[in-house]
Nanobody, 118 residues
Framework: VPVQASGGGLVQAGGSLRLSCALS????????IGWFRQAPAKEREYVGS????????NYADSVKGRFTISRHNTKKTVYLQMNSLKPEDTAVYYC????????????WGQGTLVTVSS
């Protein structure tokens, strides 16, 4: 399932931003869509994920309570709503897809840069 993230930009600390992950294709019901981020000189970090077929999203502890993942079936899009942003949220954000029940995300989109100023 090809995916592509968009919506990054510059925001002040405490602000909000919504990223979009557009999916291509027809059938996504058996896929998990994940959000990841990579800050300069740091390892890529898992942010959260959602199973397209239903159920609640999962989140990393670092974003729990501030970030919300949702999906829009007809638009074939997964959203990452980011609230109460902090400078440490600055990173390139990626979305990725994997088949449910597998370990590795095997489809990655180009990232979108989020910069949070203090």
């Amino acid at each position: 399932v090809p995916v592509q993230a968009s919506g990054g930009g510059l925001v002040q600390a405490g602000g909000s931003l919504r990223l979009s992950c557009a999916l291509s294709g027809r059938t996504f019901s058996n896929y998990v869509i994940g959000w990841f981020r990579q800050a300069p000189a740091k390892e890529r970090e898992y942010v959260g994920s959602i199973y397209w077929g239903g159920g609640s999203p999962n989140y990393a502890d670092s974003v729990k309570g501030r970030f919300t993942i949702s999906r829009h079936n007809t638009k074939k899009t997964v959203y990452l709503q980011m609230n109460s942003l902090k400078p440490e949220d600055t990173a390139v954000y990626y979305c990725a897809a994997k088949f449910r029940g597998t370990t590795d995300y095997n489809t990655w989109g180009q990232g979108t840069l989020v910069t949070v100023s203090s």
